[in-house]
């Protein structure tokens, strides 16, 4: 079997010396699309208001289905190469490492929320339960219910398919079995029960697997995966067929779902399209992958600036209501998410990394570190 191809300045040497993987510039600008899609959508759409005025009003949506995806992959390459590399999954170190990453803000978040009166502890017990993509909670965080289920339900398949040495071919086709049942169950509730299944755990589980799937042969199979990659003609294809199917979705039964099925695909294109397949980075690009760097406090505090500004321009230029959100509630949503990041994400990442030494490199590049015995010099975004 061959290498996966990296470039050699991603090449990670095999010596206990050796530095971690630098952050790839191509993640973050994938995430950086996908974090300016999600918070257009949620601020009155700046830059994507034309597109929104001739009728792709979910457009901006779908950037959740980008980050579903990326996530697969990412977290889902982690287990990956730990089961590749040292033969077995340390659920404990994965379980901390995750809570590490996603908890302390996220529960600051919430603890904000109650302080200053925004919400109430019955309003959100589902999303300090991590089920509030059930129960109803703080509208925009089901996504984090859906990763965090998917994560919990990704590790227990992986370790036992360790445990029982199952060979990665019989994982795989596990996974896509598990993503059709998904993609099978959004269709059945939403034609027969009539129920809008969008943030079900069950229902939305596909889009992070198809991640997943991608990462399995990104690291088993590394020359099918480039064969995957190289037919950016059907991917092209995937994304203007997604874009024409949202301009025109139909009110039937079925519309829902193959929105979200057509959106996760996009996910799947766009990342094939742009990952490692960027040679020149321009100002633009390096900027959109430097808000790629903070997506996840971005994500998570830009609904409250936005609310925020909303009530201080309804105050202070109502004449101008409309177009001052336009222009300030995306910038006061990234702003705050890189100060909260700055503030809470990345001191709590480099403790992580320093008690809790990640067991690979990373999650791409060539598998090489087999102990975790390296020095961390950065925090790791996974």
Same mark, same amino acid.
């Given at each position: 079997?061959?290498?996966?191809?990296?470039?050699? =300045?991603?090449?990670?040497?095999?010596? *206990?010396?050796?530095?971690?993987?630098?952050?790839? #510039?191509?993640?973050?600008?994938?995430?950086?699309?996908?974090?300016?899609? $999600?918070? +257009?959508?949620?601020?009155?759409?700046?830059?994507?208001?034309?597109?929104?005025?001739?009728?792709?009003?979910?457009?901006?949506?779908?950037?959740?289905?980008?980050? !579903?995806?990326?996530?697969?992959?990412?977290?889902?390459?982690?287990?990956?190469?730990?089961?590749?590399?040292?033969?077995?999954?340390?659920?404990?170190?994965?379980?901390?490492?995750?809570?590490?990453?996603?908890? @302390?803000?996220?529960? #600051?978040?919430?603890?904000?929320?109650?302080? %200053?009166?925004?919400? %109430?502890?019955? !309003?959100? /017990?589902?999303?300090?339960?991590?089920?509030?993509?059930?129960?109803?909670?703080?509208?925009? %965080?089901?996504?984090?219910?859906?990763?965090?289920?998917?994560?919990?339900?990704?590790?227990?398949?992986?370790?036992?398919?360790?445990?029982?040495?199952?060979?990665?071919?019989?994982?795989? /086709?596990?996974l896509t079995a598990l993503a059709v049942f998904s993609i099978g169950r959004s269709f059945w509730i939403s034609y027969l029960y009539h129920v809008n299944g969008y943030t079900f755990t069950f229902t939305r589980l596909h889009g992070i697997l198809f991640g997943v799937l991608l990462a399995m042969l990104f690291h !088993?199979?590394?020359?099918?995966?480039?064969?995957?990659?190289?037919?950016?003609s059907l991917w092209f294809a995937v994304i203007v067929g997604t874009l024409i199917y949202l301009r025109f979705p139909g009110h039937l039964e079925w519309a829902p779902p193959t929105a979200v099925? &057509?959106? +996760? &695909?996009?996910?799947?294109?766009?990342?094939?399209?742009?990952?490692?397949?960027?040679?020149?980075?321009?100002?633009?690009?390096?900027?959109?992958?430097?808000?790629?760097?903070?997506?996840?406090?971005?994500?998570?505090?830009?609904?409250?600036?936005?609310?925020? $500004? !909303?009530?201080?321009?309804?105050? &202070?230029? *109502?004449?101008?209501?409309?177009? %001052?959100?336009?222009? &300030?509630? @995306?910038?006061?949503?990234?702003?705050?998410?890189?100060?909260?990041?700055?503030?809470? =994400?990345?001191?709590?990442?480099?403790?992580?990394?320093?008690?809790?030494?990640?067991?690979? +490199?990373?999650?791409?590049? #060539?598998?090489?570190?087999?102990?975790?015995?390296?020095? $961390?010099?950065? @925090?790791? *975004?996974?």
């Amino acid at each position: 079997m061959t290498h996966n191809p990296v470039a050699p =300045e991603e090449s990670v040497s095999t010596r *206990p010396e050796a530095k971690p993987q630098r952050r790839e #510039i191509e993640l973050d600008f994938i995430r950086g699309i996908a974090i300016l899609m $999600v918070v +257009d959508f949620h601020s009155s759409a700046t830059l994507l208001w034309p597109f929104l005025r001739l009728g792709w009003t979910h457009f901006g949506a779908s950037g959740v289905d980008i980050f !579903f995806v990326l996530s697969g992959f990412l977290v889902g390459g982690l287990l990956l190469k730990e089961w590749k590399v040292r033969g077995s999954i340390n659920i404990k170190r994965f379980l901390i490492r995750r809570g590490l990453k996603i908890w @302390p803000q996220y529960y #600051i978040f919430l603890i904000a929320s109650l302080v %200053t009166g925004r919400h %109430t502890i019955r !309003f959100l /017990w589902g999303n300090f339960l991590n089920i509030q993509n059930y129960t109803g909670g703080i509208a925009h %965080t089901w996504t984090l219910a859906v990763e965090e289920h998917a994560y919990l339900l990704l590790m227990v398949l992986l370790f036992c398919a360790a445990s029982f040495k199952l060979s990665w071919r019989t994982a795989f /086709w596990m996974l896509t079995a598990l993503a059709v049942f998904s993609i099978g169950r959004s269709f059945w509730i939403s034609y027969l029960y009539h129920v809008n299944g969008y943030t079900f755990t069950f229902t939305r589980l596909h889009g992070i697997l198809f991640g997943v799937l991608l990462a399995m042969l990104f690291h !088993f199979a590394p020359e099918t995966f480039q064969r995957v990659q190289n037919m950016r003609s059907l991917w092209f294809a995937v994304i203007v067929g997604t874009l024409i199917y949202l301009r025109f979705p139909g009110h039937l039964e079925w519309a829902p779902p193959t929105a979200v099925l &057509l959106a +996760d &695909l996009s996910g799947v294109a766009l990342f094939l399209l742009l990952y490692r397949n960027s040679p020149n980075h321009s100002w633009l690009y390096r900027g959109v992958a430097w808000i790629g760097v903070y997506s996840y406090g971005i994500y998570l505090w830009h609904v409250s600036a936005a609310a925020s $500004v !909303f009530s201080l321009t309804h105050r &202070l230029w *109502p004449t101008h209501e409309a177009t %001052t959100n336009r222009i &300030l509630s @995306p910038i006061a949503g990234i702003l705050l998410g890189i100060f909260m990041t700055r503030l809470i =994400e990345f001191p709590t990442l480099a403790l992580r990394d320093k008690l809790f030494p990640r067991p690979v +490199d990373s999650a791409a590049g #060539i598998p090489a570190i087999k102990e975790p015995q390296l020095a $961390v010099a950065t @925090p790791s *975004p996974e």
